[in-house]
C-alpha cells in the first residue's frame, strides 16, 4: 500500500475519490490530466494491481507506450466508459473513461477490472467518479479557469455570429480600437478533433498571451489576438505550431488571417482561416503556417470545386460529354486538352509531357471541338473554363485516390 502524498496541488479528495471507485470495482485506479501525469490513485486492501500501474504511481506518469495515443484518444472521443486491449502479456485488462467540463476534456480515469469483467455497477461508479473529478478540478484550477471558460464561451459566439460585436469587445476585454487576427489551428489529414489539442492550445496561450481568447469549433482551435502586428502574430504562430506538434500525434497546421479592428469581422476570418487549414490540412507538405496569399489558388479552386457541386446547371455540357466519352471509349481528350492548355497552347510543350507525336495532339483538338462543341481557340473565357472544369475534375479524381 502507498500513502497519497499530495502531488503537484493535487488534493486529498481525489485519492479518496479512486479509493471509492476502486472498491466498487475491485482493481487499481488512477485518474490523469490530459498530460498523462497521476494525480491521484487508489490503494486499498487486496486490489488488483500489475506493474505498468505500479510504474506508473512511482514516476507520477505513465510509461509510454506505442499503442498508447490511440487508446487515449479512444477514451476521450467516447461518450461512456471504454473497455480496451491489454498492451503487453503481464498486463491486466482495464477500463477507462473521460473527465469532462461540458466538452472540455480534462483528463481520465482508468481502472483495472475485478477478478470479474465490469458490470453495471462498476461502470456507474467510473461515471460518477468522472463527474466528481471534473467538479473537483475545476474547483482547484478557481477563478482563473473559470475567467477563461467566459472567454472562450464569449469568442465562440463571435465566431458563430451569436450576441453583438460591443458584448463580445466586453466581455473579451478588447483593446480600443483593437488590432484583431484570427489564427486556426488543426491536425494535418484528421477529420476530427483530438481532444488534447484544445486543451494544450488553451494551455500554451496562457501562458504565452494574457489577453487572448481561445476556444474551439468542431476539429479546430482557434486564437484571437487583440494588439499584434501581423508579423508578430505570425512568429507566435510559429512557435505556437512547434510546441503543439510536440504534444500531439502528428502534424499541426496553422491558418492566420488577415488583420482587422472591427469585431463584427470576425465571422469572416473564421470563413478565410477555414479555407486555408482546408488547403493546408489536406497537404502532407504543406505549410505549417499560411496566410491566404500563400494558398490563394487552391482556395479560389476550393470554392469554385463548390459551386459547380451544388449547382448542376453550372458545368460545361460539352465537357460533361467529354469525360464521359473518355470513360466509356478509353479516349484521352480531357488529357490532352488539359495539358494543352497547362503549357498555355505550346503544342510541341504539350506533346512532351503527353508523350505523343504534335500531330496527334493536334488531331485530338480538333476533334475535341468536332465532338463536343467545345471552342479552344476562341475567347480566352471559353478556355478558362474549359481548364477550370478540367482541373477540378482532376483534382477530385486524385483526392478520391487518397486514403483518409
Known amino acids: 500500500m502507498w500513502e497519497s502524498p499530495n502531488v503537484g496541488g493535487t488534493s486529498e479528495e481525489l485519492y479518496a475519490l479512486a479509493d471509492a471507485m476502486a472498491a ?15 494525480l ?10 500489475d506493474d505498468l500501474r505500479r510504474q506508473g504511481i512511482l514516476d507520477r506518469r505513465v510509461p509510454d507506450q506505442p499503442e498508447q495515443p490511440q487508446q487515449y484518444r479512444q477514451v476521450l472521443s467516447a461518450a461512456g466508459v471504454v473497455r480496451l486491449p491489454v498492451l503487453g502479456p503481464d498486463e491486466l485488462p482495464r477500463v477507462a473513461v473521460a473527465i469532462r ?9 482508468w481502472a483495472i477490472e475485478g477478478a470479474t469483467p465490469m458490470d453495471a455497477t462498476g461502470e456507474s461508479a467510473l461515471l460518477d467518479g468522472a463527474r466528481l473529478a471534473a467538479t473537483h478540478l475545476l474547483r ?11 472567454r472562450a464561451d464569449a469568442l465562440r459566439g463571435l465566431l458563430v455570429g451569436e450576441g453583438t460585436a ?10 480600443d480600437p483593437p488590432r484583431l487576427t484570427l489564427l486556426a489551428f488543426a491536425q494535418a489529414g484528421s477529420s476530427v478533433l483530438d481532444a488534447r489539442l484544445d486543451t494544450a492550445a488553451a494551455r500554451h496561450w496562457a501562458a504565452v498571451s494574457a ?17 499584434d502586428p501581423p508579423t508578430t502574430a505570425r512568429r507566435l504562430a510559429e512557435q505556437a505550431v512547434a510546441a503543439l506538434c510536440r504534444g500531439l500525434d502528428g502534424p499541426v497546421r496553422c491558418a492566420q488571417s488577415r488583420t482587422t479592428g472591427d469585431p463584427a469581422e470576425v465571422p469572416a476570418l473564421r470563413a478565410e482561416a477555414d479555407a486555408i487549414l482546408r488547403v493546408t490540412t489536406a497537404d502532407p507538405s504543406g505549410r505549417a503556417v499560411a496566410v491566404l496569399g500563400d494558398v490563394h489558388a487552391s482556395v479560389l479552386l476550393n470554392h469554385v470545386a463548390d ?15 467529354m469525360l464521359e466519352h473518355d470513360r466509356t471509349r478509353r479516349t484521352h481528350y480531357a488529357a490532352s486538352v488539359t495539358a494543352w492548355l497547362d503549357a498555355a497552347g505550346n503544342v ?13 495532339l493536334k488531331y485530338r483538338l480538333r476533334r475535341v471541338h468536332d465532338l463536343f462543341g467545345v471552342d479552344l481557340l476562341g475567347h480566352p473565357d471559353d478556355r478558362l473554363s474549359c481548364w477550370l472544369h478540367l482541373r477540378l475534375q482532376q483534382d477530385q479524381a486524385v483526392s478520391s485516390t487518397v486514403p483518409n
Open 40 to 49: 491521484a490513485y487508489s490503494s486499498i486492501p487486496d486490489q488488483r494491481i
Open 140 to 150: 482547484q484550477w478557481g477563478a482563473a479557469e473559470l475567467d477563461r471558460q467566459d
Open 307 to 321: 459551386s459547380l457541386a451544388g449547382h448542376q446547371g453550372l458545368r460545361h455540357p460539352g465537357i460533361e460529354a
Open 24 to 38: 466498487v470495482i475491485g482493481g487499481s485506479v488512477s485518474i490523469e490530466d490530459l498530460d498523462n501525469r497521476v
Open 101 to 109: 467540463a461540458g466538452e472540455r476534456p480534462l483528463g481520465t480515469i
Open 211 to 227: 489577453e487572448a481568447a481561445t476556444a474551439t469549433i468542431n476539429r479546430t482551435a482557434y486564437v484571437l489576438l487583440f494588439n
Open 166 to 175: 460591443s458584448q463580445a469587445r466586453v466581455r473579451l476585454g478588447m483593446p
Open 348 to 360: 510541341g510543350d504539350a506533346a512532351r509531357q503527353l508523350n505523343v507525336h504534335p500531330n496527334t
